[in-house]
């Protein structure tokens, strides 16, 4: 057997070292390593197991801070831990967690006491100012100053969580061509669930416009902390009239509706119907100007002369008076004034003779008059501001009666009180349609939400799961670990023979189909004569009695060494 082991020896050792699955291999191979293999097994399946529990049983965190200062960091700790809420410090990221249903405890014990203690913002930067900073330094001090009072104006808000503003001021120049407008950019993150009117957006850019000298309000832009932009281009002029058209519809649709419930509520009760509106608002500005003139004037001023005919004028006497100077005149000839426009300074026609009228006057020959009269004048404004309805559409929905369905006169009585209600016109083409029909079941208003949205469920789920997986490592990993373990132990047990001479119980155990080894002794091992017998000897033997085995290939080995 030495001879053996020193031929096999120095081919098998470089081998062995060589490879190290051969040198796990013959860790494992060793007696007491298979002894304590399965106890090992089972000892790091029942810490695996703990560390699933550990892992899935402890409650989802929410990030309480981040970016604490270390001395703020302890102050919150030391708080918390005094009220018995667990925290955490991520070592990555530095934020401070809390579990999800301890978060808002944790926020209100801490500003019940003050914590974090951030650093001073707003004006109470200035107080911290050195004597002979610069004027660059004073300046940033002062604009970091004015961007945190007014973040916290607009938090004040109640749909701003938080909010940060940026003043962008460009240094005042001599030069009017050289001079910048003031911009300001402001960031807000809103509360979950909640959003910003156009009017709630439009007042932060005033509020932030108001604030800084020479700021103009288009030069303000408000982005939320989606990154969606909240002011409009250009200010409020932009689509300042389609949310007007928008403002006035739901108005207007807002107030036949609550005329609607008003009515129906005391007729049908509360929730037996439904109604919708639908109108259709003129929002076009209409301006008109006119002006009109009577078509008579009174005449306020003539001014003119005419001309006679001198050839029909008398003649009065004159030269050497003798009987030629008495001689009388020649007979006038009746002679028409030519026509004459009295406005335009034209000599005005002579009024033509009429049946029973004054008879024109022989001797004028032409006149010339300028007439001024007073016009009559009327100036009319008309302007139809927006806001009128052109067509309104009113459709309401009634709850049949249980077991009954209401009549056509019943359905008709609520029509006309519906167009009375609403101001029925039928010149506008107002539609106005009242059914009734049978409701689907809905659900309970009162009723308490859905047993999957409770907050005991996810807890419940983590623990389930927990247990689950200890009873499956339990199950299909200790349990047959166990039974192996029991198993050996009883094949390592010697069995019991029976006495010498009484073969009852090798009888009774070959009648069962059990196999009984009998114990070999060391005079049975003398008494062997063939090499297979006693090979068979040695192995009961060994398989019998291992300790003492070991103990003799021991002695045999260190009496080859001597």
């Known amino acids: 057997m030495s001879t053996a082991l020193a031929t096999t020896s120095p081919s098998a050792l470089p081998e062995k070292f060589a490879n190290p699955l051969l040198q796990i291999k013959g860790v494992l191979a060793q007696p007491a390593v298979r002894r304590s293999l399965p106890m090992a097994l089972l000892v790091a399946l029942i810490g695996a197991a703990a560390l699933a529990w550990i892992m899935l049983s402890s409650p989802t965190q929410k990030t309480l801070f ?16 005094q009220a018995n809420i667990a925290s955490r410090i991520d070592e990555g990221t530095g934020a401070l967690t809390v579990d999800e249903d301890q978060f808002s405890k944790a926020r209100m014990l801490l500003a019940g006491q003050g914590l974090p203690k951030q650093a001073p913002g707003g004006y109470a930067i200035l107080d911290q100012l050195p004597m002979g900073v610069s004027r660059a330094v004073e300046g940033e001090r002062l604009r970091q100053a004015r961007e945190t009072e007014l973040a916290r104006s607009i938090e004040d808000i109640d749909a701003v969580a938080e909010a940060r503003v940026h003043l962008a001021t460009p240094e005042a120049s001599v030069f009017v061509r050289d001079n910048a407008s003031p911009s300001a950019s402001v960031v807000v993150k809103l509360q979950g669930g909640r959003a910003l009117s156009q009017a709630q957006v439009q007042s932060i850019i ?14 303000v832009t408000i982005v939320d902390q989606m990154g969606a932009l909240l002011s409009k281009p250009g200010g409020a002029g932009a689509d300042a009239g389609t949310d007007a058209r928008l403002e006035t519809q739901r108005k207007t649709e807002d107030k036949v509706r609550q005329q609607l419930v008003q009515l129906l509520t005391p007729l049908v009760g509360a929730g037996n119907f439904t109604a919708e509106v639908q109108a259709d608002i003129n929002l076009d500005e209409t301006q008109a100007t006119r002006e009109s003139y009577d078509k008579q004037g009174a005449l306020r001023a003539e001014t003119g002369n005419w001309i006679g005919n001198q050839a029909n004028a008398p003649t009065t006497p004159g030269g050497i008076p003798g009987a030629l100077s008495n001689t009388p005149p020649p007979a006038s000839q009746l002679q028409t004034p030519q026509a004459a426009n009295g406005a335009s300074g034209a000599p005005a026609a002579s009024p033509s003779p009429v049946a029973g009228g004054p008879a024109p006057n022989p001797n004028k020959q032409s006149d010339s008059f300028q007439r001024a009269y007073d016009l009559g004048k009327e100036v009319s404004v008309t302007r139809q501001t927006p806001g009128s309805i052109k067509r309104l559409s009113v459709a309401v929905l009634l709850r049949d009666p249980d077991k009954t369905r209401r009549t056509a006169m019943e359905i008709g009585q609520i029509t006309d009180l519906v167009k009375s209600a609403v101001g029925f016109d039928q010149a506008r083409q107002d539609q106005v349609t009242v059914i009734s029909r049978k409701f689907a079941d809905a659900t309970d208003a009162t009723a308490g939400p859905a047993w999957y949205d409770n907050a005991w469920l996810p807890v419940a789920a983590r623990n389930g799961t927990a247990i689950l997986i200890a009873l499956l490592v339990l199950l299909l990993g200790v349990r047959p670990i166990a039974k192996g373990l029991m198993k050996k132990r009883e094949e390592a047990t010697p069995a019991l023979s029976a006495p010498a001479g009484d073969g009852s119980a090798a009888d009774g155990a070959a009648a069962e189909g059990i196999t009984v080894h009998e114990p070999v002794s060391l005079d049975r091992l003398e008494a062997s004569q063939t090499v297979d017998d006693r090979i068979g000897a040695v192995r009961g033997f060994t398989r019998d009695n291992p300790a003492r085995a070991a103990l003799a290939i021991r002695d045999m080995i260190k009496a080859d060494a001597k």
């Not at 981040?66 to 831990?81: F, I, R, Y």
């Open 206 to 219: 005033n509020l932030v416009a108001s604030s800084v000298p020479g700021m103009k309000p288009e030069s």
């Open 66 to 81: 981040t970016g604490l200062t270390d001395a703020d960091k302890q102050a919150v700790t030391s708080a918390l831990t």
